[in-house]
């Protein structure tokens, strides 16, 4: 993992050159057009873009749901594209969480078996699963709806298990696709508090968005034109948005039960 | 992922979608006890049939005379038939040229009318024999005597009555030493047999034995004898006491070559055999049938499997995307699958098992075991064949693949 600098570790996302095209010949569309891009280690990153601009496609690219094309995606330092499906499984289970902008919950199964879930097939013992899913779920502030399954739950609850599920294997990357995409205001506010309060934390989060008030939340964004990155900003956060977040009242230390 | 993870994610697949399993269980109970019940009704019916020819006694043969063709249609070839007479009977019983006969008797068959007290039954076989066909044939008493040897030499007018005939005749009265009429003239009720059971279509309880001495004086006349009783000193003794049997009539009868032949012996082995034979394609004929059905419930399991993989391929997207290595994904189905199978089979064993307690047309099911472990075994088998492929085509899935799908 580290490079011959030890300070300086291997990027958590390094993609050079990637494409993605669907179809063949004459028919086929060009989602990526050759992307590079390093994510350092605790950055936190908007993707911008219209519908079409390939923003999704890279995103499913650093998900290791999808292969690009060509071109290298180099995750902490490891070629993804030299990984066997098992250990895809492995890399998708330990050190990615994604949440989707329609939740992709498991239907007519409680929030605590959804959150659960990437622990079993981590392996994770029973107890220490329960104990785990438990700390998330009260991460995202639904201790109180553990029983419930998806239909009882509201879009704003519905995402925050998810995002539970995605923070409980503790993984060093978060990917959210435009995950505030289904909710209303409110809902909103409570997912960009908890998306705040990890960065805090020092996880690596990368978002795609289109609306500027979640890319504000943002040190960096990211913007994407016909499969090309044509801007590229830092900036710093103004302490404003972090206390205008809507975070719950009592601060939860973020270690518990989501780090390993 | 241990094994009760996989089966406990098998049992809530199913448990959400309760009328599916339960139609698709459906199809597999049907299969596996129609199979059961099928099997247990050709082999019951073998059984019985088997049971009936047994209870006459394995190794009993009988000589017939041959009428067709007869003393007037073969006169003009001048080879005289000759006739089977209470001699022949007799001759069959000689330790040295016969030792593979235990015993013979002469056996001349006609029916009568009988009146008792004004009231007139028909009896629908009566016998007239000697005391041996009593041991030949397997008849034993239940009340007073039977007749004796000097009751055939005597030619006394003795009757031994079958109790369907006791009960026709006499009803709840004693017939011992009763008289009756037998085509008129009288006879005295020495004994009654003990029930037979019947064998299919004639009642073998409804019968009258007599001295066959009085039954030719008085009844029929001195013509050929219907028939002749031989018992082989075992059952498997049979083929060689018909060799002799046939050795001895044929000097008796002066008879070179097999044309010639007056007479005819049928044992019961040949006529278990042919039985057999018959039931067997029978059970063959019914567990096809069965099998077929079988087979239509495991294209069901096949069909829900791919139904079910197919509605829920954007779940296995999901499981995948959070890390669900594939093994995982083809045991949660494949345990689904088997799962289905092994509940219906189950059940259908034991529906299968529960019916073949009932007679079915008559038939008293005999479960056969091989047939209850075949078809469990055969649905398991399509639970795992079947519902495998789905599961590893939903397994082998790309995650962004399987979200997409609506």
Same mark, same amino acid.
Not at chain 2, 149 to 152: A, K, R, S, W
Not at chain 2, 244 to 252: A, H, P, Y
């Given at each position: 993992?580290?490079?011959p ?7 958590? #996302? ?6 993605k &095209? ?7 569309? /060009? ?6 891009l390093?994510?350092? &280690?605790?950055?936190?990153?908007? #993707?911008?873009? &219209?519908?079409?601009?390939g ?8 998900g290791c749901?999808?292969v ?7 995750l902490?330092?490891?070629?993804v ?11 998708r ?6 949440v989707f902008?329609?939740?992709n919950?498991?239907?007519r ?7 659960e879930?990437p ?5 994770v013992?029973?107890r220490?699963?329960r ?7 009260e ?8 029983? /419930?399954a998806?239909?009882?739950l ?8 998810a995002?539970?599920?995605a ?33 805090d934390?020092?996880r690596t989060i990368?978002? #795609?968005?289109?609306?500027?008030e979640v ?15 044509v ?11 972090t206390?205008a977040?809507?975070a719950?009242?009592r ?10 | 992922?241990?094994p ?16 599916? *399993? ?12 129609a199979?059961?019940?099928l099997?247990?009704?050709g ?7 088997q049971?009936s020819?047994?209870? @006459?006694?394995?190794?009993l043969l009988?000589?017939?005379h ?5 003393r007037f ?10 006739? @089977? ?5 007799q001759? $069959? ?21 009988i009146?008792?007290?004004g009231? !007139?039954v ?5 016998v007239?024999t000697?005391?041996d066909w009593?041991?030949t ?7 007073g005597? %039977?007749?004796g040897?000097?009751?055939?030499t ?8 079958g ?11 004693d ?10 003239i009288?006879?005295?009720v020495a004994?009654?047999l ?11 309880d409804?019968?009258?034995v007599m001295?066959?001495t ?8 001195y ?11 075992s059952?498997?003794d049979t083929? $060689?006491?018909?060799d002799?049997?046939?050795?001895? $009539?044929?000097?008796?009868h002066?008879?070179?070559g097999?044309?010639?032949s007056?007479f005819?012996? *049928? ?11 018959a039931d067997?394609?029978?059970?063959? %004929?019914l567990a096809?049938?069965?099998a ?18 197919a ?5 296995i ?9 594939r ?6 189905f494949l345990?689904?699958?088997t @799962?289905l199978?092994?509940?219906g ?7 299968? @098992?529960?019916a073949a ?15 209850? $472990?075949?078809s469990?075994a055969? !649905?398991?088998?399509?639970? %795992?064949?079947?519902?495998g492929?789905?599961?590893?085509r939903?397994a ?5 693949e399987a %979200?997409r799908?609506?």
């Open positions: 993992m580290t490079g600098q030890p300070p300086r570790p291997a990027p958590v #996302i390094d993609v050079r050159a990637a494409t &095209s669907y179809g063949r010949g004459a028919a086929s569309v /060009h989602a990526l057009r050759g992307v590079d390093t994510i350092e &280690s605790g950055e936190y990153v908007a #993707i911008m873009g &219209s519908s079409g601009s923003k999704s496609t890279l995103m499913n690219l650093l749901l999808d690009p094309t060509s071109g290298r995606y180099l902490d330092g490891l070629d594209g030299r990984l066997d499906e098992r250990q895809l499984a492995l890399v289970n330990r050190r990615i969480g994604f902008q329609s939740f919950l498991i239907p199964t409680s929030a605590l078996a959804q959150v879930l622990l079993s097939y981590a392996g013992r029973a220490e699963r104990r785990r899913a438990l700390a998330a779920l991460l995202v502030g639904l201790a109180d709806r553990t029983d /419930h998806p239909n009882e509201s879009g704003g609850q519905q995402q925050r298990v995002l539970a599920r923070l409980v294997t503790a993984p060093a990357l978060l990917l959210a696709d435009e995950p505030t995409g289904n909710l209303d205001s409110h809902s909103t506010a409570d997912v960009l508090g908890i998306l705040d309060r990890l960065h934390a020092g990368v978002i #795609i968005t289109h609306e500027d890319a504000a939340r943002a040190e960096r964004v990211l913007r994407l034109v016909d499969g090309l990155v801007g590229d900003h830092r900036r710093t956060r103004t302490p404003a948005s206390s977040s809507g719950p009242p601060p939860v230390p973020l270690d518990e039960g989501a780090r390993r | 992922m241990n009760v993870e996989v089966l406990r994610f098998a049992v809530l697949g199913l448990a959400a979608n309760k009328i599916r *399993t339960a139609l698709t269980m459906l199809g597999v109970l049907i299969g596996v006890g199979v059961i019940l099997v247990a009704v082999n019951g019916s073998s059984k019985s049939v049971e020819i047994q209870r @006459l006694g394995t190794n009988t000589v017939s041959t009428a067709g063709g007869g249609g073969a006169a003009g070839q001048g080879s005289a038939l000759k006739d @089977l007479t209470p001699d022949d009977a001759a $069959l019983v000689d330790k040295t040229s016969a030792p593979h006969v235990r015993s013979a008797a002469p056996v001349q068959t006609t029916s009568q009318s009146t008792y007290a009231q !007139s028909t009896v629908s076989q009566i007239g000697t005391p009593f041991d044939t397997n008849h034993d008493l239940a009340r005597s %039977l007749f040897t000097e009751d055939v005597a030619r006394r007018k003795v009757a031994v009555l109790s369907t005939t006791v009960e026709n005749v006499f009803g709840t009265e017939a011992i030493d009763k008289e009756i009429l037998i085509g008129g009288p006879f005295r004994g009654v003990r029930t037979k059971g019947g064998n299919g279509a004639a009642d073998s409804d019968t009258i001295p066959v009085t039954m030719r004086d008085s009844l029929t006349g013509g050929s004898l219907s028939s002749i009783a031989i018992r082989a000193t059952a498997a083929v $060689l006491a018909q002799e049997v046939t050795s001895i $009539l044929n000097n008796r002066r008879i070179t097999s044309a010639q007056d005819r012996i *049928t044992n019961q082995q040949s006529l278990l055999s042919a039985n057999d034979e067997k394609t029978f059970t063959v %004929l096809a049938v069965a077929i059905s079988l087979l239509v419930g495991g294209i069901g399991i096949t069909n829900i499997m791919l139904v079910t993989v509605e829920r391929t954007r779940e997207g999901i499981r995948k995307a959070i890390g669900a290595p093994g995982a994904i083809l045991g949660q345990a689904e699958s @799962l199978s092994v509940l089979g189950g059940l259908g064993v034991a529906a299968g @098992l529960f307690r009932f007679e079915v047309v008559g038939i008293k099911p005999v479960v056969v075991p091989s047939s209850v $472990l075949g469990f055969v !649905s398991v088998a399509i639970g %795992l064949f079947f519902g492929y789905p599961a590893a939903a082998a899935l790309r995650p962004i %979200l799908h609506e």
